[in-house]
C-alpha cells in the first residue's frame, strides 16, 4: 500500500517504532504474546493461499520475531515482546485477510504501538477494550476492509496515540466525543468512506491535529466551533453539513475540501490565500460575490498545482481578479456577470492556466485580441458555453458533457442578471 504526501493526499501513515533494548537471537518471544499471536492466527486466514500466513510456523523452532512476516519485537523490562503487528502484506496485487480481528489475541500484545490491518475482506467489530488493553498504541490503521459496528469510546484512553485511520469500512454510530477532545498526541485522524452519522464533535484547543479527514459518511450539522489550529488538511466532503462558515479554519491550511455538503451563506475572504493551494467548495448552497482579500495574503500568488473549485453554487458578482493564477480553476454554474477580466485570457493562452470552466454563468464577453488568431496550449482546457455572449471556438474545448454544447443562454434570462448588456 503506497503512502502518500499528506499535503496533497487523504491519509499518510507514520511508522514509528521504539526499541528499548536490541532483542538477540538466544532470546524468546513472551509466552502470553505468542498465544496472542495464535489467537489472531485462528480468526483471520489468506483470501488467497500463501500470501501471508504461510511464515506462522508455529511448530518451528524459529523465533517468530525472525520468522513471521508482519511481526517486530523489542525487548521490554527484559522480555521480548511484540511491539509492531502489520496484518497482510500490503502489497497492490494482494487480495488480503479475512475473517475477523481476535479481541483475546490483539489484548495480549499490551506492549504492542502499531496495529495495522492491509486491505482485505475482515470484518466484525473492533476490538472494544483496545484503548484499555494495549495503552501503549501509538498507530492504528485499520483501512480498507469490511469492519461493522461502532468506534470503541476506548480508543480515546490512547494518550499516546499518534495515527487513526479508519476508513473504507462500514463503521456505524457516532464519533466519540472523547476522540476530539481527550488524545494530546494525535496527528492524524482518518475516517473517511463510513456510515458514520451525527455531528462533527469540538476539538480541544490544545489539539496538535495536522490532518483531519472524514468525507463520505453521514455527519450533519455545522462545521464545529474549534477546529484545530494546527490543521493543514481538512476534508469533510459529501456529509449533510449545513449552514455558514462562521469560524474559518486554521491559518496553515493548504488543502481544504467541503463539497457535495449544504454549506451557505458568503465564503470568508480569509480562504482565499494562495497557500491554501488546494480549496475545493463545489455543490453547495454558497451566495453572495467572492470576497477580495487583503493584500497581505498575496505576497506570494497563486501558481502550479494550485486548485481552486467553487462550482455549482449560487455565487454572483463579476469574475476576481486576484484568482487569475490559479492553474486549475471552476468557476462554473454560478451567477457570475459582466466580462471575464483580460488576465485570465492572458493566462489561459499562456499556459499558467491549464483549466479554467466558466460555462452556466451570465457572463457577456471573453476578450481576445481581434484580427489576430489563438491558439490554446495543449492540455489546456477552457470552456464558456451557455453564457450571455456566442462562445469563441476556442471557449469550448473540453467542455464537459453536461456543459450543453456550444449555445448561450437566451436573453430573457440574461436581462435578468446584465440589465443593459445584449448576447455578443
Not at 98 to 108: F, H, L, N, P, R
Not at 218 to 223: M, T
Not at 250 to 278: A, E, K, T
Not at 297 to 303: D, E, T
Amino acid at each position: 500500500m503506497a503512502f502518500r504526501n499528506i499535503f496533497r493526499q487523504p491519509f499518510t501513515l507514520f511508522l514509528t517504532v521504539l526499541v528499548s533494548i536490541s532483542p538477540t537471537i538466544q532470546q524468546q518471544l513472551a509466552v502470553g504474546d505468542l498465544n496472542a499471536l495464535h489467537q489472531i492466527m485462528y480468526t483471520l486466514t489468506d483470501v488467497k493461499d500463501g500470501s501471508f500466513f504461510s511464515t506462522w510456523n508455529f511448530s518451528s523452532p524459529g523465533n517468530p520475531c525472525y520468522t513471521f512476516a508482519g511481526v517486530t519485537c523489542a525487548v521490554v523490562n527484559r522480555q521480548l515482546r511484540v511491539i509492531t503487528l502489520c496484518l497482510g502484506t500490503g502489497l497492490s496485487d494482494s487480495p488480503g485477510l479475512a475473517g475477523t480481528i481476535s479481541g483475546d489475541g490483539i489484548y495480549g500484545l499490551t506492549e504492542l504501538t502499531q496495529l495495522i490491518l492491509y486491505p482485505g475482506i475482515v470484518t466484525g467489530f473492533i476490538p472494544s477494550q483496545i484503548g484499555r488493553r494495549n495503552k501503549n498504541l501509538r498507530v492504528i490503521s485499520l483501512t480498507n476492509n469490511r469492519l461493522t459496528g461502532t468506534i470503541p469510546a476506548s480508543i480515546s484512553e490512547l494518550q499516546n496515540l499518534h495515527t487513526l485511520d479508519l476508513s473504507h469500512n462500514k463503521l456505524t454510530g457516532v464519533i466519540p466525543l472523547a476522540l476530539a477532545s481527550a488524545l494530546p498526541d494525535i496527528r492524524v485522524l482518518v475516517l473517511a468512506y463510513n456510515n458514520l452519522a451525527g455531528e462533527i464533535p469540538e476539538f480541544s484547543d490544545e489539539s496538535q491535529l495536522i490532518h483531519l479527514d472524514m468525507r463520505n459518511n453521514k455527519l450533519s450539522g455545522n462545521l464545529p466551533e474549534t477546529l484545530p489550529a494546527t490543521l493543514r488538511y481538512l476534508s469533510l466532503s459529501s456529509n449533510g453539513l449545513w449552514g455558514p462558515l462562521n469560524r474559518v479554519p486554521s491559518s496553515y491550511l493548504v488543502y481544504l475540501d467541503l463539497s457535495m455538503n449544504q454549506l451557505s451563506g458568503p465564503i470568508p475572504d480569509s480562504l482565499f490565500r494562495p497557500s491554501l493551494s488546494s480549496m475545493y467548495l463545489q455543490r453547495n448552497n454558497f451566495s453572495g460575490e467572492v470576497p477580495a482579500p487583503p493584500p497581505s495574503s498575496f505576497s506570494v500568488p497563486y501558481g502550479p498545482g494550485s486548485t481552486v473549485d467553487l462550482s455549482h453554487n449560487f455565487l454572483s458578482g463579476e469574475i476576481p481578479n486576484f484568482l487569475d493564477g490559479v492553474e486549475t480553476l471552476f468557476l462554473n454554474n454560478n451567477h457570475f456577470t459582466g466580462k471575464v477580466p483580460e488576465s485570465y485570457v492572458g493566462n489561459v493562452f499562456a499556459g499558467t492556466t491549464r483549466t479554467l470552466y466558466l460555462q452556466h454563468n451570465y457572463i457577456t464577453s471573453f476578450p481576445m485580441e481581434k484580427g489576430k488568431e489563438m491558439v490554446l496550449p495543449d492540455g489546456v482546457a477552457l470552456c464558456l458555453s451557455y453564457n450571455c455572449m456566442v462562445p469563441p471556438a476556442v471557449g469550448l474545448t473540453a467542455c464537459p458533457a453536461s456543459a450543453g454544447g456550444p449555445v448561450s443562454r437566451p436573453f430573457r434570462q440574461c436581462s435578468v442578471f446584465n440589465s443593459g448588456n445584449s448576447i455578443g
